[in-house]
């Protein structure tokens, strides 16, 4: 999988990539590099969990197209992670019309012994799943940014296209539905 | 990072669930079979490897039964789609690379079409009815021609039957044209705007049509519809293309 030299494809941080020429990578150091960020923006961002496969790769042919045009005025990474931002907001609106339906309680299912580990790991994917689909666009892409990616908001502003001021505003209300949510959750389990 | 607040899984903000969910949630990453799924589909992309021996080889087999009945078709139009792009902006080798949509991966042809289990684990990840399963299957049963996404219209079964995908063949018989029968390609880019109107490949047929029209020395032709191009899409990659096409002339 890693024929290819990895040069110049992490994402350097804010700042470090001004003043050098932009020494593009290829697709297929990008691919290596973020594909595993890739499919797991996507799948924080919303997009239904058959879908993945399919929008990781709009993701990739959407960087194919534009790589040429990468100036390096942002970090790869976010960079790509504008174009996850755009194949998923689409590709949910396309679930959403096709199939999507949410359901108040998360589904059980049997499952056999040795899948339980997957099976753990799904229904926390499925809780987080249920706590970001509460929120708007805008306030999922900048939560899940900055909770789970760990992007600095000066970059996360870039990506979403807004003031800092406005990004920091988005994440304070995420984070009030998102902990709202959780406690309601909590409440339940105990409840029961 | 300045003035960034802490976030929650550092502070104590956040009930000790919140907090394991999303401490989980970084390390959640797809399965190795997953991204070598991608990277088959994405193939000639990635490097010239030919469809089928690029690193996913052999990965669909181990899981994936959903993704190698949908992947393997929706494949050949997106890697078609895709190269048709790649073959105007990079100078069109890669189609030769490429034909190759007729052969998919064998491990995504040979995966037994009715197994259930996705490469994902099997939990309902986004509380989705119905699940993963008859998803796939309503998705692979959307009848052909739709403009947006003609591309993915086959079926499993299908896979005998025809491969090439309709709207990238078709851009890709219109590219092949160019440069000994533009009157031809430019047929073939008619036709392809009768069926796709709104296709995926919408950009990349009016980048031929232009260089048709060039060729052809239809010029103000060439040039009203690079006009339209730019108007209609002001960030697209083809832009210098198209720009170079009509002033080169």
Known sequence: MDEHPRTSVGEPESGAHSMMAVARPTLRQVFDEHAAFVWRTLRHLGVPEPDIEDSCQDVFVAIHRKLDGFEGRSSLKTWIYGICLRVASDRRRRAHVRRERLVAELPSRAVEPTQVDDYERGQARALLSALLDQLDDDKRAVFVLYEIEGLPMKEIAEVVGCPLQTAYSRLHAARKWVLAGAQRVRGQGQGS | ?249
Not at chain 2, 225 to 236: G, H, L, M, N, T
């Open chain 2, 1 to 249: 990072m300045s003035g960034d607040p802490t976030r929650l899984t550092d502070g104590s903000e956040a009930p000790e669930e919140l907090r394991n969910l999303l401490s989980a949630a970084r390390e959640d990453v797809p399965t190795e079979s997953q991204l070598k799924r991608v990277a088959t589909r994405l193939g000639p992309l990635l490097g010239g490897a030919a469809i089928g021996t690029a690193a996913g080889a052999g990965a669909a087999s181990t899981s994936g039964a959903t993704a190698g009945a949908t992947g393997g078709m929706a494949l050949g139009v997106k890697v078609g789609a895709a190269l048709v792009a790649a073959g105007l902006v990079g100078g069109g080798a890669i189609w030769v690379a490429t034909r190759g949509n007729a052969p998919p991966p064998a491990p995504l042809r040979s995966a037994p079409v009715a197994a259930p289990a996705p490469a994902t684990p099997p939990a309902a990840h986004r509380l989705v009815v119905p699940p993963a399963a008859s998803a796939a299957v309503e998705q692979q049963a959307k009848p052909a021609p739709q403009p947006s996404k003609p591309a993915r219209p086959a079926t499993a079964g299908d896979s005998a039957k025809k491969v090439a995908p309709p709207e990238a063949s078709l851009l890709h018989s219109a590219q092949s044209a160019l440069k000994t029968d533009p009157h031809r390609a430019l047929a073939l880019v008619e036709e392809h705007r009768r069926l796709y109107p709104h296709g995926a490949l919408s950009q990349e047929r009016e980048v031929i049509a232009i260089e048709a029209l060039t060729r052809l020395g239809r010029t103000s032709e060439a040039q009203k519809k690079a006009s339209d191009f730019k108007q209609r899409y002001p960030d697209s990659a083809h832009e210098s293309k198209v720009g170079a096409t009509v002033e080169g002339n």
